[in-house]
């Protein structure tokens, strides 16, 4: 089941409108990397899914959208056991922007690539 995205840190450097976008395709893309790393997985919608794992997309912004800062995107596992895992990498925000409407789709391939 992916959870409502979050974004931390600066709360200001992106618009409300742009904030909008970025929590709907963080939460959208998260979704569509961990179904082509996990082709037969099966994303849950309900919290109450017996054995389903639980992932938030997070997304960490600088204090300033500097092109040479680095915005950190991670996803939170909560474990059905009550484990969590945090899995998180760094990216440039000059390689964000010039990945534009696909950059959450891009951080999150990267993110599920690096799953087990």
Known sequence: MILDPQIQGNPNAVSAQQRQGVLEAMKRDSAGAIKRRYPNAVIATDSATPG???????LVT???????NKLTAQLEFRMPVGNNVILKQDFGVLTLWQKQSEAANYMYD???????
């Open 52 to 58: 389903a794992v639980q992932v938030r997309p997070v």
């Open 62 to 68: 600088p204090s300033v959208l500097a092109p040479w």
């Open 110 to 116: 990267v993110l599920a690539q690096r799953l087990p």
